[in-house]
């Protein structure tokens, strides 16, 4: 089965660092304005998961969403998450680490395509 979200080794490494320090987490994929658009990581209280949002997967063990009007711009690539130097996104949580989570992407072949059709809500 092809994900719709993938995390690279530095991401995941990241991820469970900030699992050590946090406990629980989970990421949004930010929609633009104060954060640009980035792959924020919340402390589950800290941003209210709802119909309005899409799970598209877990990277490192965390669950990832995104709003259900973006994942209409995003539903044909496969996002990346990476680290980059610099300080994450307003209210994410690597911001204090010198790192900030970054959104790659790649667009799915036809057979992806097809498959992920066959399993969408």
């Known amino acids: 089965?092809?994900?719709?979200?993938?995390?690279?080794?530095?991401a995941l490494e990241l991820i469970e660092r900030l699992?050590?320090?946090?406990?629980e987490l989970m990421f949004h994929?930010?929609?633009?304005c104060c954060d640009n658009s980035a792959?924020?990581?919340y402390l589950p209280t800290d941003l209210t998961i709802g119909a309005g949002?899409?799970?598209?997967?877990d990277i490192g063990g965390v669950p990832f969403y995104?709003?259900?009007?973006?994942?209409?711009?995003?539903?044909?690539?496969q996002l990346i998450i990476d680290v980059i130097d610099g300080h994450g996104g307003t209210f994410s949580l690597e911001g204090p680490e010198g790192?900030?989570?970054?959104?790659?992407s790649?667009?799915?072949?036809?057979?992806?395509?097809?498959?992920?059709?066959?399993?969408d809500d």
């Open 106 to 119: 790649r667009v799915f072949n036809d057979a992806e395509r097809a498959e992920l059709q066959a399993t």
């Open 29 to 32: 994929q930010s929609g633009g």
């Open 1 to 10: 089965m092809v994900a719709r979200v993938i995390a690279t080794p530095a």
């Open 53 to 57: 949002d899409k799970h598209l997967g």
């Open 19 to 23: 699992k050590t320090k946090h406990g």
């Open 39 to 41: 792959a924020n990581c």
């Open 66 to 77: 995104i709003s259900k009007s973006q994942f209409e711009y995003w539903k044909h690539t």
């Open 99 to 104: 790192k900030a989570f970054h959104t790659r």
